[in-house]
């Protein structure tokens, strides 16, 4: 039979990510004596009927491919959080003065894992709205960083046509997305390591600065802590402003940090996962808690949060670096050159989150293919094991990018991307949620947590700490909009219009596909655990093809 450039069939290496789902026509076929069902995915009959008739559209098979190393995922989960915001919206922020998913995604490493838990966990509708709260932020960011992209190089001329840059950025993107999921983790890998670069270059150059290092030879220390002071009164006078400036920061920092959803999202594709994972989700937890308590202890050492240049950059929507407080503080002390640089590393940083959004957009709603809650064309991989509609989708949206090839256009499409920001923080309520009912479920059909691949500490208390934490600030992050004053229909409608949107969807696909909330008993924990299982037994490690990858291995590993 002629190949079509799909998989149609196991491809016979160890790679091979076929999940323990498969499509109700196939396993139609096989009752009526046509093609058999697939036999290497050990599940029965009785499953199989089970589960079709509770999707709208069959489920079909996952047919990624595990070829991310710990290299790979390690540097994913760093690079897709540092970004632009790290470097320069930090800045803004000086102005205005989870542990239970890698539990989960350990035990079953599959891809679009916390989405498809969701639903398999709690409730089937829980899930669809979790997957497409999920892949519509992802997907609406793609554009925003391609805009960013642009106005960084604008930092040095702006004599590139807006269009070309933008048609340069989506070329790229669909060659490393579209080729092979292997092509996307190197090009991640070596871009994130330009972000580590440099954020530790620029916690060293504060300290190195702080102490005289510079041109002024200024020994100013942390001169800025005592005049203007450490806290900021923002709105309000007195200890109610400091409280409103933490609480701005506070919220700011809400929509920044991320990292675990990001390594999760690898899960299916990530080579013997169960070793990778633990590990990459400690190593990316640590590491970014480190970069980003450093990183605001530098931006409040370099700069006052009242400085004159900073405060102007960010009114005038200065492009680039031009507002980010490391800049603004080379330029006070006349440093040369290091600005073109900083710029350059943030052109990268820019690139590899909007790299990294496409990633983590095409396979959330490759997951909610696998679980039949899209139509199943997204559930298709080509040869390469890339879910390639699902890429195409994505980037598709991101030609919303050329609306910034109109004057003021580019307006509507930071609207566009402020409409969705609460879902983060929806996210990381959606993934505590998940594991406190998987935590549950474990208890009810006893099985001890000592026996997982890796186990959370001071579990349910953090999940429980960060759900309430989460949800609390998922309806702050607009208050301002209460204050007293003219009504501000605009801000309303960014802040708040998502948590909206995610009970609809949730309450809508419950009310039309009659679902339940799974009791702790009810919950299927072993989906898919067959064949994870049979991967680790027949799992053998490639050797690395350059002895430089190896050494990044090791260190990685």
Not at 66 to 94: D, E, M, N, S, Y
Not at 242 to 267: E, N, W
Not at 364 to 373: C, D, R, V
Request: net charge neutral; glycine share 10%.
């Amino acid at each position: 039979m002629a190949s079509t450039g799909f998989n149609d069939g196991p491809d016979g290496g160890t790679t091979h990510n076929r999940h323990n789902v498969f499509s109700e026509k196939e396993y139609i076929a096989g009752k009526e004596g046509g093609a058999p069902a697939p036999k290497e995915t050990g599940v029965d009959e009785e499953r199989a009927v089970r589960y079709s008739s509770t999707t709208s559209i069959a489920p079909a098979l996952d047919y990624t491919h595990r070829r991310l190393k710990p290299r790979h995922i390690q540097l994913i989960g760093i690079g897709g959080t540092i970004g632009t915001a790290l470097f320069v919206a930090i800045g803004q922020g000086l102005i205005n003065g989870g542990p239970g998913l890698a539990e989960m995604v350990t035990y079953l490493p599959i891809s679009s894992p916390f989405i498809r838990f969701a639903g398999r966990f709690v409730d089937e509708a829980f899930g669809v709205a979790a997957g497409y709260n999920f892949f519509v932020f992802e997907a609406a960011l793609v554009p925003f960083e391609i805009v960013a992209c642009n106005l960084i190089i604008n930092y040095w001329s702006d004599a590139i046509p807006v269009g070309g840059v933008i048609a340069i950025v989506i070329t790229i993107y669909a060659l490393l997305n579209l080729i092979t999921v292997k092509w996307y983790g190197e090009s991640e890998f070596w871009l994130s390591m330009g972000k580590v670069i440099l954020i530790v270059g620029l916690i060293l150059y504060t300290f190195i600065t702080m102490l005289g290092g510079n041109p002024e030879h200024d020994r100013f220390g942390f001169r800025y802590w005592r005049n203007p002071g450490s806290f900021h009164e923002l709105y309000k006078t007195g200890s109610l402003g400091r409280f409103l400036g933490f609480l701005q920061c506070l919220i700011q920092a809400s929509f920044t940090i991320a990292g675990p959803d990001y390594v999760s999202m690898t899960a299916g594709e990530a080579e013997n996962p169960r070793r990778t994972l633990p590990r990459a989700f400690k190593a990316v937890f640590y590491r970014l808690t480190g970069f980003f308590v450093l990183g605001s202890l530098a931006v409040g050492i370099n700069v006052p949060y009242n400085d004159a240049e900073l405060i102007g950059a960010f009114k005038s929507s200065k492009p680039g670096a031009a507002a980010s407080p490391y800049v603004v503080a080379m330029n006070r002390l006349r440093i040369t050159v290091l600005p073109d640089i900083v710029n350059a590393l943030i052109l990268t940083s820019s690139f590899s989150a909007g790299n990294s959004y496409v990633y983590c957009a095409s396979r959330s709603l490759f997951g909610l293919a696998l679980e039949g809650k899209a139509p199943k064309i997204f559930a298709r991989c080509n040869r390469n094991g890339v879910p390639i509609y699902c890429v195409l989708l994505t980037l598709a949206i991101a030609l919303l990018s050329f609306l910034q090839v109109s004057n003021g256009s580019a307006v509507v499409l930071q609207w566009f991307v402020n409409l969705v920001t609460a879902s983060q923080l929806i996210n990381f309520s959606v993934m505590t949620f998940t594991f406190i009912r998987f935590k549950k479920a474990l208890e009810a059909q006893g099985i001890d947590r000592n026996t997982l691949p890796h186990k959370g500490f001071w579990q349910p208390f953090t999940a429980y700490y960060a759900l309430a934490g989460t949800f609390i600030m998922t309806f702050v992050g607009g208050y301002t909009v209460f204050w007293p004053g003219p009504w501000d229909v605009p801000t309303f409608l960014f802040s708040y219009t998502m948590i909206g949107v995610f009970p609809v969807l949730f309450v809508g696909w419950k009310l039309i596909k009659k679902t339940k909330f799974l009791k702790p008993e009810e919950v299927d924990l072993q989906q898919d655990l067959d064949e994870i299982d049979e991967y680790e037994r027949n799992y053998v490690p490639v050797p690395p093809k350059h002895r430089v990858y190896g050494w990044f291995d090791r260190i990685f590993d």
